[in-house]
């Protein structure tokens, strides 16, 4: 079934850690996008990609980074995690067609302690 | 670039009252206006979206009306229900190669 992924689902990691979270679609879309999100409150975009080779920072502005080299997968990598990136982090997907909707994964819901 | 303001944060109603969630864009050139849904614990999904040359779409309890001049877009749900109890997000955008701009949501709790 064609759906958007992501994992971990729940990560607790301490101070200073690299991480990477991952996000794949089986949707065969072009544009992914990053959202930060703390529970019921606002989406921030962070990250965003267009096509393979392509990313932009989003409008929140953000210490992790990501990379698009394959159309499937955006990973989102923070070198070193701080408790101030405790939050949740919502990945989506959208078509090429115009007024195409964005499809979102699961999320992820990260503890820095 | 765009910015869009959504009123009000919260709301409470009670079943079988109707809600109306607002919103305004500021960048004239915005065509796609799409509302999306958060339940608790689950991801956004899209409930009902419309585009800058049509006024109004219904779907059974949901309805999107969008006043262009006034660059403004209202949410209105009829005969609430419990189940109707969620965070709805308002968005914006110029079309597919643009990203969409959310406005910070409205908590809706439908009260049995």
């Known amino acids: 079934e064609a759906d958007i992924y992501q994992t971990p689902r729940y990560l607790v990691i301490g101070t200073g850690k690299k991480i990477t979270l991952e996000c794949s679609q089986t949707?065969?879309?072009?544009?992914m996008y990053w959202y930060q999100q703390d529970p019921g409150m606002e989406l921030h975009l962070i990250h965003y990609?267009?096509?393979?080779?392509?990313?932009e920072k989003g409008d929140l502005s953000s210490e992790s980074t990501v990379s698009r080299i394959r159309t499937e997968h955006f990973p989102l990598t923070l070198e070193s995690a701080r408790p101030s990136h405790t939050s949740q982090y919502l990945c989506?997907?959208?078509?090429?067609?115009?007024?195409?909707?964005?499809?979102f994964g699961p999320g992820t819901r990260l503890t820095v302690l | 670039g765009e910015n869009v303001e959504q009123h009000p944060s919260t709301l409470s109603v009670q079943e079988g009252d109707s809600a109306v969630i607002k919103c305004t864009y500021s960048?004239?050139?915005?065509?796609?206006f799409p509302w999306y849904k958060q339940e608790l614990g689950k991801r956004p999904q899209l409930i009902i979206d419309?585009?800058?040359?049509?006024g109004e779409k219904k779907d059974q309890r949901i309805a999107v009306t969008l006043n262009k001049t006034a660059k403004h877009f209202s949410l209105h749900i009829t005969e609430t229900q419990p189940e109707d109890s969620a965070v709805y997000f308002c968005?914006?955008?110029?079309?597919?190669?643009?990203?969409?701009?959310f406005g910070k949501g409205t908590l809706l709790t439908v009260n049995p």
């Open positions: 989506a997907s959208q078509g090429q067609r115009d007024y195409n909707e964005q499809f």
């Open positions: 949707m065969g879309h072009d544009k």
């Open positions: 990609s267009y096509g393979v080779n392509s990313t």
């Open positions: 960048d004239s050139a915005s065509n796609y």
């Open positions: 419309i585009r800058s040359n049509v």
């Open positions: 968005a914006a955008s110029k079309g597919s190669n643009y990203k969409l701009t």
